[in-house]
């Protein structure tokens, strides 16, 4: 007897597999997956990757995982997946647009079963994680540009100052996309110097640049000092110490400065070749922060004059340079105005 019975909707709708894309970051080191990655990976029918040289390769082998080179199309890597299989892609570098794009528009057609998608990341980048990007790129650039490879600390001395500059009118602009790039800039002066100074070069003094080994230093010696100095300086959040406001803070700078630089004169440190105002400000507040008793010069003319003004802000709390620069662009739009010019950026 045949039985036309309809048959049942398991029997009918055979198991369409799993598709997992396994992404990884180049920033972080090979071989450290996530927990969920190993799982995956440990209980997948098929491991797929089209780049024999994938750095992830040595340690799947080290942990027993046979990897299969291939690079399938999209339809290819659904029927694999037939059954209920679980199938995992490792794409390169750049990914698989090729097979993703072919996934999707598998997905779009309605008239393909496809298996599930899932896109795993095995690895993450961790809070300043483009620096080693930032850093690989100044690398080739010093490398392989002609301008860029025969630069020197002397000659890009006059960059860090305007890029300094042009970052403050920035901040005093108010623009956020004009800061942040501003911010770059002087970052790529810092990482600049440091692929610098890693040649073991340093300035002569006829300006042209003399090998100098013991001198040598890298990006990683920059951060790894500044993070030293950034902990000793800060025992109230490293340490034991207690500072409950600005001036506390403050108070344990000025200390722990005091005892690293082991300084004669608080004028010790102070660049006299800063703007006038700044320079005067500077120097008062380390006369007041260290308690010399000390006054100010007197003379005749412009100059000591403005020496007293900028004591004075100094004492209030006020910086006299910006000051001075905030009424001077007041100055700058007046005199637009007067002329009947448009301000800057409109």
């Known amino acids: 007897m045949t039985d036309h019975s309809e048959p049942t909707a398991a029997a009918a709708a055979e198991p369409t597999g799993r598709i997992v894309l396994l992404t990884t970051s180049h920033r972080v080191a090979p071989g450290v997956l996530s927990w969920p990655a190993w799982q995956t990976l440990h209980a997948a029918d098929r491991v797929l990757c089209a780049d024999p040289g994938h750095p992830q390769l040595p340690y799947l082998r080290e942990a027993g995982i046979e990897v299969v080179f291939e690079s399938p199309d999209a339809h290819a890597l659904v029927e694999a997946c037939a059954g209920g299989r679980t199938v995992v892609v490792l794409p390169g570098g750049e990914g698989d647009q090729r097979l993703t794009d072919g996934l999707a528009r598998l997905a779009g057609s309605g008239r393909v079963s496809m298996p599930d998608l899932e896109l795993l990341p ?44 042009e970052l403050v009118e920035a901040i005093e602009d108010g623009d956020r996309e004009e800061l942040r790039e501003e ?51 800060h025992p109230h959040v490293f340490g034991d110490a207690e500072a409950e406001t600005p001036e506390d803070v403050n108070a344990h700078w000025q200390r722990t400065k005091a005892v690293e630089k082991r300084r004669e004169s608080v004028t010790d440190g102070i660049p006299v070749g800063q703007p006038g105002l700044a320079l005067a400000a500077k120097l008062a507040g380390r006369v007041r922060a260290g308690g010399v008793d000390v006054e100010l010069p007197r003379g005749e003319g412009i100059g000591y004059e403005l020496l007293e003004l900028a004591a004075r802000a100094e004492a209030a709390g006020i910086d006299p340079e910006t000051a001075l620069r905030a009424a001077a662009r007041a100055y700058r739009d007046a005199i637009r105005a007067a002329e009947g010019v448009a301000e800057p950026g409109e």
């Open 122 to 165: 095995g690895s993450y980048d961790l809070p300043g994680a483009r620096l080693l990007d930032l850093v690989q790129v100044m690398d080739r650039v010093r490398r392989e540009c002609p301008w860029t490879s025969r630069q020197t600390h002397r000659g890009l001395a006059k960059y860090a100052i305007e890029e300094a500059y």
């Open 183 to 233: 911010l770059g800039d002087v970052l790529l002066q810092v990482v600049f110097h440091a692929r610098i100074a890693e040649e073991a070069v340093g300035d002569g003094e006829d300006g042209e640049d003399g090998e100098d080994a013991v001198g040598a230093f890298s990006i990683d010696d920059v951060a790894g000092a500044l993070v030293t100095k950034l902990i000793h300086r």
